[in-house]
C-alpha cells in the first residue's frame, strides 16, 4: 500500500506543476487577449476619428461644390448681360458714327488698303505702279488712322455711349471677379476632396490593422480558453488523486493503529499473567495495563 500511495502523490504533484503550468500559459493569453482588445479598440477609435474628420471635409466640398454651381449661375446672368451690352455699345457706336453722312467709311477704306496690299505682293508691277500703290498704301494708313482717332473723340464725346461702355467696363469686371471666385472655390472644393480620399484611404489602413489585432484577439481568447478547459479538467483529475491518496492513507492509519492496538493488547495479557502469578508490576507495566483497559 505504501508503494502505491508514494506513486500516487508523485503522480498528484507531477499534475500538481502541470497545472501551474497550463495556469501561466493561460495568464498569458488573457494578457495577450487584453493587449490585442486594447491595440484594437484604439485602431477603431482612430478609423472613426478619421471617417468622421473626412466627412466633415467632404460636406465642406459638397457646399462649396454648391456654391461653384450657384457661382456659375450668376456668371451666366453676367456674361447675358455684358454680351448684350457690348452689343448695344457696338450699336451705340455705330450709330454714332455713321451720324456724319459725309465722312468715309472706315470699313471701305480697310478694304481698300488690303486688296493695295495684296495687290502690291501678288501682282508684277512696274516701279511707277508700285511706286503709286505703295504711296496710295501710305496715304490710306494715314487716313484710316485720322478716321479712328475721330471716331474715339466722336463716341468719347457721346454721353450715352460713355454709360454704356462704362457699364460694360463694370460687367466685365463682374465677369471676371466671379471667374476668379469659381477658379478659387473649385480649387479650395479639391483641397477638400483630396484632403477627404487621404484621410478615408488612411482610415481603410487602419480598420485593416484594426481587424487583424481583432483577429489576434479571437485567436488569443481561444487559446485562453483551451488552457481553461485544460486547467478545469486538471482540477478534476487533481481532486480525484486527493480523494484516493485520501482513502489509501486513511486505510494506512487504520491499520496501523489495529496493529498499534493488537501489539499492545498482547503485551497486557502478559503482563495480566504475571500479576496472576504474583510478581511484582513496574510502573511501565501498570501504564500498559492501562492504555488496554485491563485496570
Known sequence: MTEVLEELEEKYAKKKRELDLHKAERERFDKEADKWAQKRDELNQQTREMFKEAKELKDKRDELNKLVQELKKQKEEIKSQYLRAQEELREIRKRVIFSKQDRPSLSQLKKRLKDLETKQETKVLTKEKEAEIVEEIHKLYQQIEKLKKEEEEMVKNNQEYMEKKSEVLSLKLKLDEISKKIEETVNEAQVYHDKAM??????????????????????????????????????????????????????????????????????????????????????????????????
Open 198 to 295: 487621404e484621410l478615408y484611404d488612411k482610415a481603410q489602413e487602419i480598420r485593416k490593422s484594426a481587424d487583424e489585432a481583432h483577429q489576434n484577439y479571437l485567436t488569443a481568447v481561444q487559446k485562453a480558453r483551451e488552457e481553461d478547459n485544460i486547467v478545469h479538467e486538471i482540477l478534476k483529475e487533481l481532486k480525484n488523486f486527493e480523494k484516493i491518496i485520501t482513502g489509501l492513507k486513511a486505510k494506512q492509519s487504520a491499520a496501523k493503529r489495529y496493529e498499534k492496538e493488537s501489539e499492545l493488547k498482547k503485551m497486557a495479557d502478559e503482563i495480566y499473567k504475571k500479576f496472576m502469578k504474583g510478581e511484582p508490576l513496574t510502573t511501565e507495566d501498570i501504564l500498559i495495563l492501562q492504555k488496554a483497559g485491563l485496570l
